[in-house]
């Protein structure tokens, strides 16, 4: 607490006065710079793959700023603490609820836009393929300093993906459903077959 004060350019007793521990420290800052996303998904017309692309790029840029990413490697560091590890995970599990991302694909949903019956599953492979991606490649130097050309093609890249395995998964569902309502219908055919047959033989 002492450093944090003097490169806040305040006593330590000021800076108490703000945080009344280390761990509310890290509370606000983690839940204020860290988790709070304030780059909004985009509703301007146009089709899913279009809203997705545009959305994520922005997205994107928030997630890629210097300050957000030193930030992001101290709590990292420090999640060796027990009680620093136990903050991180309980302020994730409450934001994730709220992520754009997840709102976002909850409405398509809901307004028939889009086939999405795990929501948390789907934002959660969205996420990995690019916004998680390229932070990961930011943070351990594996693919470091892209440009924002290359950002945006590996989002477009990966919205393709994403939207072609569910179109996959919708078209296998639904050709199970036609193979399904086929057996059923063979087995009413034959039933009614045999009741028929019966009917005549009764009759004889």
């Known amino acids: 607490m002492d450093r944090v004060a003097k490169a806040a350019g305040m006593s330590k007793k000021t800076l108490y006065q703000w945080f009344d521990s280390k761990q509310s420290l890290y509370e ?39 300050e957000r990413l030193c930030l992001l490697r101290t709590v990292i560091a420090e999640t060796r603490a027990p009680e620093i590890r136990q903050i991180v995970g309980q302020l994730f599990e409450m934001k994730c609820a709220s992520f754009p991302l997840r709102t976002w694909l ?29 932070t990961l490649g930011e943070l351990t130097g594996g693919c470091a300093n892209r440009t924002e050309l290359e950002q945006d093609q590996l989002i477009d890249h990966a919205i393709s993906v994403f939207l072609y395995g569910i179109d996959q998964q ?4 639904n050709q199970i459903d036609t193979h ?6 063979e ?13 005549i033989q009764e009759t004889v």
């Open 28 to 66: 606000n800052l983690i839940s204020d710079r860290l988790l709070t996303i304030k780059t909004p998904m985009d509703d301007a017309p146009g089709s899913i793959a279009e809203q997705l692309s545009r959305s994520l790029k922005a997205l994107s840029r928030e997630f890629m700023q210097t």
């Open 106 to 134: 909850v409405e398509q949903r809901a307004l028939n836009r889009i086939i999405c019956e795990d929501i948390d599953e789907k934002t959660d492979l969205l996420f990995g393929m690019t916004l998680g991606l390229m």
């Open 170 to 173: 919708v078209s296998a569902r």
């Open 180 to 185: 399904a309502l086929a057996h059923e219908d």
């Open 187 to 199: 087995r009413n055919l034959t039933f009614a077959h045999r009741s028929h047959v019966t009917d």
